[in-house]
Protein backbone atom coordinates (compact mmCIF):
# COMPACT_ATOMS: atom_id res chain seq x y z
CA UNK A 1 0.00 0.00 0.00
CA UNK A 2 1.21 3.67 -0.98
CA UNK A 3 1.18 5.65 2.10
CA UNK A 4 1.36 8.98 0.15
CA UNK A 5 -1.64 10.70 1.33
CA UNK A 6 -0.78 13.73 -1.53
CA UNK A 7 -2.71 12.99 -4.86
CA UNK A 8 -0.47 12.38 -7.43
CA UNK A 9 -1.30 15.10 -9.75
CA UNK A 10 0.86 17.26 -7.10
CA UNK A 11 4.24 15.86 -7.53
CA UNK A 12 5.08 18.27 -10.83
CA UNK A 13 4.20 20.59 -7.88
CA UNK A 14 6.65 19.82 -5.72
CA UNK A 15 9.55 19.15 -8.47
CA UNK A 16 8.17 23.03 -9.90
CA UNK A 17 8.79 24.29 -6.75
CA UNK A 18 12.30 22.07 -5.78
CA UNK A 19 13.64 23.32 -9.53
CA UNK A 20 11.91 27.60 -9.06
CA UNK A 21 14.38 30.35 -8.76
CA UNK A 22 13.71 31.10 -5.25
CA UNK A 23 14.35 26.92 -3.78
CA UNK A 24 17.64 27.62 -6.08
CA UNK A 25 18.47 30.62 -4.72
CA UNK A 26 18.35 29.52 -1.41
CA UNK A 27 20.10 26.62 -1.35
CA UNK A 28 22.89 27.76 -2.39
CA UNK A 29 23.23 30.62 -0.33
CA UNK A 30 25.65 29.87 2.43
CA UNK A 31 23.21 31.60 5.19
CA UNK A 32 20.18 31.90 3.78
CA UNK A 33 18.08 28.54 5.02
CA UNK A 34 19.59 28.92 8.45
CA UNK A 35 17.87 32.31 8.54
CA UNK A 36 14.47 31.49 7.24
CA UNK A 37 14.61 28.32 9.53
CA UNK A 38 15.25 30.59 12.22
CA UNK A 39 11.99 33.11 11.27
CA UNK A 40 9.86 29.68 10.52
CA UNK A 41 10.66 28.63 13.94
CA UNK A 42 9.98 31.32 15.71
CA UNK A 43 6.98 31.61 14.17
CA UNK A 44 6.27 28.21 15.44
CA UNK A 45 7.11 29.28 18.86
CA UNK A 46 4.64 32.66 18.34
CA UNK A 47 1.73 30.46 16.97
CA UNK A 48 2.40 27.70 19.79
CA UNK A 49 1.64 31.08 22.47
CA UNK A 50 -0.96 32.26 20.98
CA UNK A 51 -2.81 28.96 20.69
CA UNK A 52 -1.86 27.65 23.86
CA UNK A 53 -2.81 30.61 26.29
CA UNK A 54 -6.37 30.50 24.62
CA UNK A 55 -6.57 26.58 24.68
CA UNK A 56 -5.57 27.01 28.71
CA UNK A 57 -8.36 30.12 28.84
CA UNK A 58 -11.18 27.40 27.39
CA UNK A 59 -9.36 24.99 30.01
CA UNK A 60 -9.97 26.87 32.83
CA UNK A 61 -5.92 27.32 33.02
CA UNK A 62 -4.90 30.41 32.75
CA UNK A 63 -6.42 34.40 32.71
CA UNK A 64 -9.43 33.51 34.26
CA UNK A 65 -10.18 37.00 35.40
CA UNK A 66 -10.78 37.55 31.35
CA UNK A 67 -13.35 36.48 29.15
CA UNK A 68 -12.55 33.82 26.39
CA UNK A 69 -13.63 36.24 23.87
CA UNK A 70 -11.09 38.68 24.95
CA UNK A 71 -8.25 36.34 25.63
CA UNK A 72 -9.13 34.49 21.75
CA UNK A 73 -9.16 38.55 20.50
CA UNK A 74 -5.75 39.84 22.06
CA UNK A 75 -4.13 36.42 20.38
CA UNK A 76 -6.00 37.02 17.03
CA UNK A 77 -3.39 39.12 15.46
CA UNK A 78 -0.15 36.82 16.91
CA UNK A 79 -1.83 33.79 15.60
CA UNK A 80 -2.89 35.24 12.23
CA UNK A 81 0.55 36.73 11.76
CA UNK A 82 2.89 34.01 12.77
CA UNK A 83 0.39 31.29 10.57
CA UNK A 84 1.19 33.53 7.69
CA UNK A 85 4.94 33.84 8.38
CA UNK A 86 5.28 30.32 9.10
CA UNK A 87 3.52 29.45 5.61
CA UNK A 88 5.51 31.99 3.24
CA UNK A 89 8.86 30.62 5.03
CA UNK A 90 7.85 26.86 5.12
CA UNK A 91 7.26 27.03 1.64
CA UNK A 92 10.86 28.47 1.12
CA UNK A 93 11.94 26.27 3.27
CA UNK A 94 10.85 23.05 1.34
CA UNK A 95 11.23 24.57 -1.87
CA UNK A 96 15.14 25.03 -0.43
CA UNK A 97 15.70 21.26 0.29
CA UNK A 98 14.61 18.52 -1.67
CA UNK A 99 10.75 19.26 -2.57
CA UNK A 100 10.17 16.78 -4.67
CA UNK A 101 10.92 14.25 -1.96
CA UNK A 102 9.06 16.02 0.82
CA UNK A 103 6.23 14.56 -1.48
CA UNK A 104 6.72 10.96 -0.41
CA UNK A 105 7.89 12.20 3.27
CA UNK A 106 5.09 10.80 5.18
CA UNK A 107 5.93 12.45 8.34
CA UNK A 108 5.68 15.97 5.88
CA UNK A 109 2.57 14.76 4.83
CA UNK A 110 0.85 14.30 8.04
CA UNK A 111 2.40 17.28 9.26
CA UNK A 112 0.60 19.26 6.27
CA UNK A 113 -2.54 17.11 7.17
CA UNK A 114 -2.53 18.45 10.69
CA UNK A 115 -1.73 21.64 9.68
CA UNK A 116 -5.07 21.67 7.27
CA UNK A 117 -6.99 20.14 10.17
CA UNK A 118 -5.60 22.68 12.29
CA UNK A 119 -6.09 25.72 10.28
CA UNK A 120 -9.46 24.09 9.93
CA UNK A 121 -10.51 24.06 13.52
CA UNK A 122 -9.37 27.11 14.39
CA UNK A 123 -11.08 29.10 12.33
CA UNK A 124 -14.31 27.18 12.17
CA UNK A 125 -14.99 24.96 15.28
CA UNK A 126 -12.86 27.36 17.46
CA UNK A 127 -13.62 30.56 16.35
CA UNK A 128 -17.14 29.88 16.58
CA UNK A 129 -16.70 28.45 20.47
CA UNK A 130 -14.13 31.22 21.51
CA UNK A 131 -16.71 34.32 20.44
CA UNK A 132 -19.30 33.57 22.53
CA UNK A 133 -19.93 34.43 25.56
CA UNK A 134 -18.08 32.74 28.99
CA UNK A 135 -22.07 32.01 30.05
CA UNK A 136 -22.71 30.43 26.61
CA UNK A 137 -20.23 27.59 26.61
CA UNK A 138 -20.49 24.99 28.15
CA UNK A 139 -17.56 23.49 29.71
CA UNK A 140 -17.05 20.15 28.06
CA UNK A 141 -17.46 21.70 24.81
CA UNK A 142 -14.52 24.21 25.93
CA UNK A 143 -12.53 21.58 27.20
CA UNK A 144 -13.16 19.38 23.83
CA UNK A 145 -12.54 22.35 21.83
CA UNK A 146 -9.31 23.08 23.76
CA UNK A 147 -7.81 19.66 23.78
CA UNK A 148 -8.49 18.98 20.03
CA UNK A 149 -6.85 22.52 19.55
CA UNK A 150 -4.24 21.51 21.19
CA UNK A 151 -3.47 17.82 19.88
CA UNK A 152 -3.97 19.50 16.53
CA UNK A 153 -1.47 22.00 16.51
CA UNK A 154 0.65 19.61 18.31
CA UNK A 155 0.88 17.24 15.48
CA UNK A 156 1.85 19.88 13.27
CA UNK A 157 4.68 20.74 15.38
CA UNK A 158 5.47 16.59 16.22
CA UNK A 159 5.02 15.78 12.73
CA UNK A 160 7.62 18.41 11.41
CA UNK A 161 10.20 17.72 13.51
CA UNK A 162 9.32 14.10 11.75
CA UNK A 163 10.59 15.43 9.01
CA UNK A 164 13.65 14.79 9.12
CA UNK A 165 13.73 11.32 10.51
CA UNK A 166 12.08 9.87 8.18
Same mark, same amino acid.
Given at each position: ????? +????? !???????? @??????? %??????? +??????????????????????????????? @? #? @?? %?? @? %????????????????????? /????????? !??? $??????? !??? +?????????????????? #??????????? !?? %??? /??????????????? $????
Amino acid at each position: MDPNI +FPRTW !KPFFVWAE @QSGLGTM %VRDSIWQ +FAAIEAVHLLALAVIGGAVLIVDLRLLGLAL @Q #R @QS %VS @Q %VARDAAPWLLGSLITMLITGY /VLMASLAAS !KYY $INFAFQL !KML +FLFLAILFTYTIRRNVVR #RDDSRISPMMA !KL %VAI /VSILLWSGVGIMGRG $IGFY
